[in-house]
Each structure stands twice: as C-alpha cells, then as structure tokens.
C-alpha cells in the first residue's frame, strides 16, 4: 500500500531502497520558502542499521504490512532467546539482540508478539509494562526535595531506573519496558 511520504508516523513499517524499515521518530519542516517534508528517524529491522530520510509531500512509499502471531518466551541461554508459537508449540530462536534493551525485561513464560515479514521474525514486541522488584535502592538525601526528588534504583534483572523517593528496596513496582521508567507501585 502506497502512502505519501508526509504521511509516516511513528511505528510505521515501510519498504525504502529494497530494505524493511521502521519509523521510530518523524519531524515535520515547514521551511519558509520550499515545499514541506518530512524529516524520518528510521530503524532497519532485518540488521539494525539507522537512517535519517527526507520525505517530501510528492513523494510516495510502500507501507508494509507484517503478520503478527503471539509467541511465549520460555528461556534465554547466553545470547540466544527461545521462544514458542502458542498455536502450533514449535521452537524458535532469536538472537538477544533483535530485541534491543527490551531484552533486559523477559520474563519465563511471558507472552510475546513477534512481527514477522515473508514468515521471517523481524521483531518482538513485549508487554508495555511489567512488574518488577527493586533490589536495591540510593538512601533519601533530606532537603533535595527542591530538585527533581527522584532517585535511582536497580531492578531484579539488573536495570537501573529512576524512581520516588519512598520506594524502598524490596518493592514491587511497575514498569515501562520501552521508556525504562518507574510508571507506580504495584498493587
């Protein structure tokens, strides 16, 4: 399907110069003289190549349209995750780098999308947010709270975030898996 390049947004999957692309971040120019454009962050999704394109409004790329299917995650050995077709219970094994920093956040027997172009698997996509314990968190520093009062923190799976102040180690709390942030405490 053929869209105008002014029309990509965030998370669109395209097809430029024979490879498959995800847009990550769009900006758009309106120059003072000249026609407007868009200004694409895009990410390759078969080798993880970046790319900064100009779109302009007559230009027109092919928008990809990916299966989906949901996969469990069931365990990682060293850089290699195994993951399982819900449907059919077959085995697959993605390098840990497919994933990105969302890696960090698998969880045994959490429930996965995998994206896949011509039966190939070019992305995982986790839950937005998970549940994790803080395993150690930075003492309170009385008087600090004029400045942002957050502090940082280590998760069970060894990922530093920020948090509030009144989260203690030990903690259960939610997080975003792409942003890395503290988003509240669990219930």
């Known amino acids: 399907m053929k869209i105008s390049g002014v029309d990509i947004r965030p998370g669109n999957i395209i097809e430029y110069e024979g490879g498959i692309w995800r847009a990550v971040k769009i900006q758009h120019t309106q120059p003072g003289k000249g026609g407007a454009y868009m200004q694409v962050e895009m990410k390759n999704l078969i080798d993880g190549r970046k790319n900064n394109v100009r779109f302009r409004s007559a230009e027109t790329v092919e928008r990809v349209r990916l299966d989906t299917k949901d996969f469990q995650f069931l365990f990682a050995d060293g850089d290699t995750l195994t993951f399982m077709d819900k449907d059919t219970y077959d085995q697959i094994n993605l390098p840990r780098d497919l994933l990105g920093d969302a890696a960090a956040f698998l969880q045994d027997g959490m429930d996965v999308v995998m994206e896949l172009y011509d039966e190939k698997p070019i992305s995982v996509q986790l839950p937005d947010q998970i549940e994790a314990t803080i ?14 009062s957050y502090k940082p923190a280590i998760l069970d799976n060894g990922v530093r975030i920020m948090v509030p102040p009144h989260i203690a180690s030990g903690t259960r709390i939610i997080v975003d898996v792409y942003e890395q942030a503290y988003v509240k405490r669990a219930e």
């Open 135 to 148: 395993v150690e968190a930075d003492a309170v520093v009385k008087g600090q709270t004029a400045s942002s």
